[in-house]
T-cell receptor, first 115, second 112 residues
Framework: EPEVTQTPSHQVTQMGQEVILRCVPISNHLYFYWYRQILGQKVEFLVS????????KSEIFDDQFSVERPDGSNFTLKIRSTKLEDSAMYFCASSRTITSNQPQHFGDGTRLSIL | AQTVTQSQPEMSVQEAETVTLSCTYDTSESNYYLFWYKQPPSRQMILVIR??????QNATENRFSVNFQKAAKSFSLKISDSQLGDTAMYFCAFMKGNQFYFGTGTSLTVIP
């Protein structure tokens, strides 16, 4: 069964550095998402992306975050100047449509640790 | 705004027994979707079951079933014949449009 894949599985970065988290959504999916889960807390929506543009974003997704689909297969989340509080598990998800008949499929996540 | 509440932070169940995880939500929408996701220690997010709000029939997926009470805005998950592999964090989620709203999760431990 096709899967959403995320790389790396664990990223360690110095505070203030830029980090790029990568995701390869399922190939025939059209909608892409990033979620964040701070350790011990609930999963929080960051952003959704469709047709090469952001369709929705949460208040967490401020100017230090950006997303891109650079080459038609990858979907990236960039954090420009990381802070300690950015340490979390970041999940990418994709769906073919936005109906429940095609629910969002999640990747295994990237654990981001900011030192 | 949509909110999802899971009032049981931790639960445990004996292997082979049945357990019910509760979830309530708040919305003014009439058409939406509800999900239960399982997050094992490996931290994946695995879809367990989903329910369309316009369907009155409760969804069932093997040992997993839901009790969907639309008027009460309640969406509980029942796990029958619990197995050790069911040990995980379970998240209830509400979906409207292309955005998920997750509850805070219930940590379920299946005891051998």
């Amino acid at each position: 069964e096709p899967e959403v894949t995320q790389t790396p599985s664990h990223q360690v970065t110095q505070m203030g550095q830029e980090v790029i988290l990568r995701c390869v959504p399922i190939s025939n999916h059209l909608y892409f998402y990033w979620y964040r889960q701070i350790l011990g807390q609930k999963v929080e929506f960051l952003v959704s992306f469709y047709n090469n543009e952001i369709s929705e974003k949460s208040e967490i997704f401020d100017d230090q975050f950006s997303v891109e689909r650079p080459d038609g297969s990858n979907f990236t989340l960039k954090i420009r100047s990381t802070k300690l509080e950015d340490s979390a598990m970041y999940f990418c998800a994709s769906s073919r449509t936005i109906t429940s008949n095609q629910p969002q499929h999640f990747g295994d996540g990237t654990r981001l640790s900011i030192l | 705004a949509q909110t999802v509440t899971q009032s049981q932070p931790e639960m445990s169940v004996q292997e082979a027994e049945t357990v019910t995880l509760s979830c309530t939500y708040d919305t003014s929408e009439s058409n939406y979707y509800l999900f239960w996701y399982k997050q094992p220690p490996s931290r994946q997010m695995i879809l367990v079951i989903r329910q369309e709000a316009y369907k009155q029939q409760n969804a069932t997926e093997n040992r997993f079933s839901v009790n969907f009470q639309k008027a009460a805005k309640s969406f509980s998950l029942k796990i029958s014949d619990s197995q050790l592999g069911d040990t995980a964090m379970y998240f209830c989620a509400f979906m409207k449009g292309n955005q998920f709203y997750f509850g805070t999760g219930t940590s379920l431990t299946v005891i051998p």
